[in-house]
């Protein structure tokens, strides 16, 4: 008798840039340790103290525009002139072998991981607004 498997659940982060997700992300991710944290790839260049592989791959402009036109990419965005995208290989095996995932995007990002139950928190900087809840075929939605 085979056992049924359980699917990870994608919970996303978004909220413009100075809002606070890095930090937000940063406090989860030390509550609860075995929350998977999808590390997105970049062009830009390292912040001080961030860590390669840990905050972001960092990569040139055409590294980044092969692996987009290899659909290598959950969700690819431009922001303030540098790329930004999500590993799907590594989002969708995640999510297969039934671990949670935190991603951390910015509001104009388009997550294109359909089967995924997504959780969306939004912020703005200075304060949030109350959570409301919006339903719609194969995720579940806080904005």
Do not use: Q
């Amino acid at each position: 008798m085979e056992l049924i498997k359980r699917r990870g659940t994608l919970v996303v982060v978004s909220a413009p840039s100075g809002a606070g997700k890095s930090t937000l992300c940063h406090e989860v991710r030390s509550l609860i340790p075995d929350l998977y944290y999808s590390v997105s790839y970049t062009t830009r260049a390292p912040r001080p103290g961030e860590v390669r592989g840990t905050d972001f791959h960092f990569v040139s402009e055409a590294e980044f525009i092969a692996m987009r036109n290899r659909d290598e990419f959950a969700e690819w965005a431009e922001v303030h002139g540098h790329l930004y995208g999500t590993p799907a290989r590594a989002l969708e095996g995640a999510l297969g072998r039934g671990l949670d995932v935190l991603l951390d995007i910015e509001p104009s990002w388009k997550l294109a991981c359909a089967s995924a139950t997504a959780i969306r928190r939004a912020t703005s900087p200075g304060g949030s607004a109350a959570p409301r809840r919006r339903s719609r075929p194969g995720a579940s939605t806080i904005t």
